[in-house]
């Protein structure tokens, strides 16, 4: 069992920037692969970055040059550092783990950021 807890959402305007945590605890070791997804009303989740375990990161076209994914695995957390964020951005954000060689899948219970325009 991984238990994941987001924080760092909020109200910002167009144009500035805020920084989402996602604490890990649990069975961390097993943890693989951690993404940020987000969901607007009534859109359908959608992948916005993800990090391995070694590192590597993607990133949705619409979030490219603005958000950065990273991980620190001492602190079991992965950050999602968005800048020049736009109202477009408003979504509810959830952290995902994806457990080692497994496709179990582990959710938090996401967080608000808005973005006025």
């Known amino acids: 069992q991984v238990q994941l807890v987001e924080s760092g959402g909020g109200l910002v305007q167009a144009g500035g920037s805020l920084r989402l945590s996602c604490a890990a605890s649990g069975s961390i070791s097993r943890i693989g692969n951690m993404g940020w997804y987000r969901q607007a009303p009534g859109m359908q989740r959608e992948l916005v970055a993800s990090i391995t375990s070694g590192g590597s990161t993607y990133y949705a076209d619409s979030v490219k040059g603005r958000f950065t994914i990273s991980r620190d695995n001492a602190k079991n957390t992965v950050y999602l550092q968005m800048n020049s964020l736009k109202p477009e951005d408003t979504a509810v954000y959830y952290c995902?783990?994806?457990?080692?060689?497994?496709?179990?899948?582990?959710w938090g219970q996401g967080t608000q950021v808005t973005v006025s325009s």
């Open positions: 995902k783990a994806t457990m080692w060689g497994t496709f179990l899948n582990y």
